[in-house]
């Protein structure tokens, strides 16, 4: 099934025309606010959850290495979504193994549904947010599990906006999986809205062309008594940056939130997970893991967990780990726990990046088993410790499946 790709009628819709409103505050960069004793000056936004956001791109000033959300980014291979002007088309894709109870649509700009999950935080999801025409809807309903596949492999060398709002109806069970090959300049925002009761798994794979550029927000809000599992699998591509944001705003929420990447020669890999604990008996869970192999191998990954003091009983924990397997490869890993209630069931965070661990090389190389082998192997299993958490069988074998497929090809580095 495909729903074919058109053009909006007349220009992009004016950063005005969207539909839920923008916050009232100055137009300043989104890490700075003016300083409380009433200078000229601004001081650091000190919380996460205390950043600028805004749908409209021209509340945000230009994006420099000073910036937050910034700072670790490749900046200079990212300036045509940032600050260019992109595409508001419908962008192509093809969907398929759709359930009985999925219905795919294309929506308007004034929908109810756009701006239901959380709005850009940055200015690259801002721009996407002001330009984009048409939203792509994927909606599940009914108590049966259902499933579906968009693949996405013909968007082209073009800078492009896209958006997708992915709603679970409460009390429903869903698989949304997301399979991205091909060139892309893409910027792009997803909107996930978990209803009562509901139970939803949204998947994405990263398996890009070499040259492509793919920047991407999800915004997830989870109802009551619902549960989300959130997946993202990066392995190829030259930039990729999927940042993710959860809010639990009911009781008895509850959100998971899987990583596996794989960082080769030259290229960076970025995620920024943000957890947002605003209601009690709330959970959360976080574990990304990644492997960077080459010179320039870059990883970079930042997780907040913010417990508001309405958010008594929360349990939650994020963790994060690197395995470096050559020299030239570099891992920034940024855990971050606010706390403002003394009344909380449990939370930490871990982070860790090293290298091989010498006896698991040596116990399989001691039976018979060659040493690019054993890397292989133990790679593989240090990636499905996250890939096992699916509890789909059929979509961790085709996870596994891309992973095994990425470590075949990145055992000589990318030139």
């Given at each position: 099934m495909s729903l074919p790709?058109?053009?909006?009628?007349?220009?992009?819709?004016?950063?005005?025309?969207?539909?839920?409103?923008?916050?009232?505050?100055?137009?300043?960069?989104?890490?700075?606010?003016?300083?409380?004793?009433?200078?000229?000056?601004?001081?650091?936004?000190?919380?996460?959850?205390?950043?600028?956001?805004?749908?409209?791109?021209?509340?945000?000033?230009?994006?420099?290495?000073r910036d937050v959300a910034w700072k670790f980014s490749p900046l200079d291979k990212l300036t045509g979504l940032t600050a260019g002007v992109l595409d508001a088309s419908d962008w192509p894709f093809d969907a398929v193994d759709v359930g009985s109870d999925v219905a795919i649509e294309w929506i308007g700009r004034d929908d109810d549904r756009i701006g239901s999950a959380g709005i850009p935080e940055d200015r690259a999801a801002a721009n996407a947010w002001s330009t984009f025409g048409r939203a792509?809807?994927?909606?599940?309903?009914?108590?049966?599990?259902?499933?579906?596949?968009l693949t996405r492999s013909e968007l082209g060398s073009g800078a492009r906006a896209a958006h997708t709002v992915i709603t679970a109806r409460p009390h429903s069970v869903?698989?949304?999986?997301?399979?991205?090959?091909?060139?892309?300049?893409?910027?792009?925002?997803?909107?996930?809205?978990?209803?009562d009761g509901a139970d939803l798994t949204v998947v994405s794979v990263q398996q890009w062309d070499d040259d492509?550029?793919?920047?991407?927000?999800?915004?997830?809000?989870?109802?009551?008594?619902?549960?989300?599992?959130?997946?993202?699998?990066?392995?190829?591509?030259?930039?990729?940056?999927?940042?993710?944001?959860?809010?639990?705003?009911?009781?008895?929420?509850d959100a998971e939130l899987y990583g596996a990447y794989f960082s080769s020669a030259g290229q960076h890999i970025e995620q920024q997970v943000f957890v947002d604990h605003d209601a009690e008996n709330t959970r959360s869970r976080v574990t990304y893991k990644g492997a960077l192999q080459g010179t320039g191998a870059r990883s970079v990954w930042i997780g907040d967990v913010l417990i508001r003091r309405s958010?008594?009983?929360?349990?939650?924990?994020e963790q994060n780990r690197n395995l470096l397997l050559t020299d030239g490869a570099r891992a920034d890993s940024i855990p971050n726990l606010e706390i403002e209630t003394g009344d909380i069931a449990g939370a930490g965070h871990a982070s860790a990046s090293g290298r091989f661990d010498d006896e698991q090389l040596f116990y399989l190389q001691a039976r018979g088993i060659s040493e690019d082998i054993a890397r292989r192997l133990v790679v593989r299993g240090f990636l499905a410790e996250v890939v096992q958490k699916i509890p789909s069988p059929e979509l961790e074998a085709r996870l596994e499946a891309a992973i095994e497929a990425a470590l075949v090809s990145e055992e000589a580095p990318r030139s």
């Open positions: 790709a058109t053009s909006p009628t007349g220009t992009a819709p004016a950063a005005d025309d969207a539909t839920r409103p923008t916050p009232d505050e100055t137009p300043v960069q989104a890490e700075r606010v003016p300083r409380s004793d009433g200078g000229s000056s601004y001081v650091p936004v000190q919380t996460r959850s205390e950043r600028f956001a805004s749908t409209d791109v021209t509340r945000f000033e230009t994006v420099t290495s792509l809807s994927v909606t599940i309903s009914g108590e049966t599990p259902q499933s579906v596949t869903g698989t949304v999986y997301f399979e991205n090959t091909g060139s892309a300049l893409l910027s792009e925002n997803v909107e996930i809205v978990v209803g492509a550029v793919h920047l991407a927000s999800h915004f997830a809000r989870v109802g009551r008594d619902a549960r989300l599992r959130h997946i993202v699998v990066s392995l190829d591509g030259d930039v990729i940056r999927i940042n993710p944001s959860v809010h639990l705003d009911a009781p008895g929420g958010g008594v009983a929360t349990d939650s924990y």
